[in-house]
């Protein structure tokens, strides 16, 4: 008995060993790169741009017109837009919805407890001193910013939560009764613009969120730190993401998916810019970021939107290396 037992568990093993072997060869056969465009935007965070000692407003402005730069996304954080409960101060969003608006861009706007930039998540600390009260607080919060925002030109796009099934960050559980309620409520006050639902482009099987939007979007790093693993880069080439999109089509019936977030700054085992310029720049400088561009298309999801433009105008203007800030505005100049 005891040898039918190992002798199955040894075929299992080495079937799935097989298997994943197989995998790994189908995710890294070649593809053609693809010459044509993709329509690019960026990921802009005001308040990552503070924390690393810049002008948000002058970085935003250099952003649309050095760059050119027109779609972007934009989170809203919760603890700033409403310090004190009821108490809501929209004037940062709206100053860049106004300035986005003078240029035709088009905005995707991120709403919910967890929207870009570590630590992930932002609630006030008024509204976190229970699940009941956080829940029934955010969905408000929803509920005001979707009718506030609603009628600004700008705004094409909602995002609601950001990698809302990824258990990452300091966050709370994942809840997907909140998320539904949180999506719910979006189509309540706003069925004019389609709803974006994101997930881990490495980590996910994109279903849960796949299924829930109207525009499903990956995430894209292709070099990471791990705690046990160190810093190494995912053995995948664009074919991993080619069969995924093939998945959500068939398992949750979505043909709609774009590249949300693709890695274009440093990941580093702690705060980027306390590293120094050299570390930075193993991490990621302008060859990865073309690199990174040039993958990015070749998974033929062709609307992509860049991370770290913030970084790049910091490197610019606070150590005087332009060199990412001017490799992204020749792949927007040769793309948009």
Same mark, same amino acid.
Request: with cysteine; hydrophobic share 40%; charged share 25%.
């Given at each position: ?38 329509? #690019? ?21 250099? #952003? ?31 100053? /860049? ?61 909602? /995002? ?59 995430? #894209? ?62 991490? #990621? ?52």
């Amino acid at each position: 008995m005891f040898k039918k037992i190992f002798k199955f568990l040894l075929v299992a093993f080495s079937s799935l060993c097989v298997l994943a072997i197989i995998l790994l060869i189908c995710f890294n056969l070649p593809v053609k790169k693809t010459e044509e465009k993709a329509e #690019m935007g960026v990921t802009f965070s005001s308040r990552y741009a503070r924390d690393i000692g810049i002008n948000w407003q002058e970085n935003y402005i250099a #952003m649309l017109d050095d760059l050119k730069i027109k779609r972007i996304r934009i989170p809203v954080y919760w603890d700033l837009v409403e310090p004190k409960e009821g108490k809501f101060d929209f004037s940062e969003v709206e100053w /860049q919805l106004l300035e986005a608006e003078k240029r035709n861009a088009e905005v995707i706007l991120v709403i919910g407890q967890k929207v870009p930039r570590w630590p992930e998540c932002f609630i006030p600390e008024w509204a976190d001193v229970n699940d009941s009260k956080r829940k029934e607080s955010l969905l408000k919060f929803i509920e005001v910013a979707t009718n506030h925002f609603k009628s600004y030109p700008a705004v094409k796009y909602w /995002q609601v939560e950001n990698e809302p099934f990824l258990d990452f960050g300091i966050c709370p559980d994942i809840d997907y009764d909140l998320i539904d309620g949180e999506i719910e409520t979006v189509r309540k006050n706003d069925n004019s613009k389609r709803i974006i639902v994101t997930d881990s482009g490495e980590l996910s099987l994109w279903i849960s969120a796949a299924k829930r939007a109207d525009i499903f979007g990956t995430t #894209m790093y292709r070099e990471v730190v791990n705690k046990r693993l160190g810093a190494w880069k995912y053995p995948i080439g664009p074919n991993f993401f080619k069969l995924k999109k093939v998945f959500i089509e068939i398992f949750a019936k979505q043909e709609n998916a774009i590249v949300v977030e693709l890695q274009g700054e440093p990941w580093l085992s702690g705060w980027t810019t306390g590293f120094s310029l050299e570390e930075q720049l193993v991490s #990621m400088n302008s060859e990865k970021l073309k690199d990174n561009v040039q993958f990015a298309k070749n998974t033929g999801l062709s609307q992509i939107y860049l991370w770290g433009v913030e970084w790049w105008y910091y490197l610019k203007t606070q150590k005087s290396y332009p060199f990412l800030w001017d490799e992204a505005k020749v792949i927007f100049s040769e793309n948009n």
